[in-house]
């Protein structure tokens, strides 16, 4: 069972930053490629980012290319979302979301390809 820890949420002004992480315990970290969903209220969970299990492939959806950075460091079995000049339409619940137990690598885009969720940090942007 693998346990994930998201902080780093908040409420910040139109074009600032943020920055989540997400700490996993209790399986090989590094074996797992991991994504950021968010869930705004009324709305389906969509992916903001994902990333491959050695960093060496990233998906971002087309809404926060240019602006959200993913990485991860598999020595801290920790992943960053870095969130940078956010809008209003970024306010949501995010979560970060591990694929444990498979054989591939790869960047996965849709919460049925993930087993293992945090409980969400709430990032809040106002105008």
Known sequence: ?????????????????????????????????????????????????????????TYYTSSVKGRFTISRDNAKNTVYLQMNSLKPEDTAVYYCAARAGFTYSGTYTSPSNYNNWGQGTQVTVYS
């Open 1 to 57: 069972q693998v346990q994930l820890v998201e902080s780093g949420g908040g409420v910040v002004q139109a074009g600032g930053s943020l920055r989540l992480s997400c700490a996993a315990s209790g399986g090989t970290f590094s074996s797992y490629p991991m994504g950021w969903f968010r869930q705004a209220p009324g709305k389906e969970r969509e992916v903001a980012a994902a990333i491959g299990r050695n960093g060496d492939g």
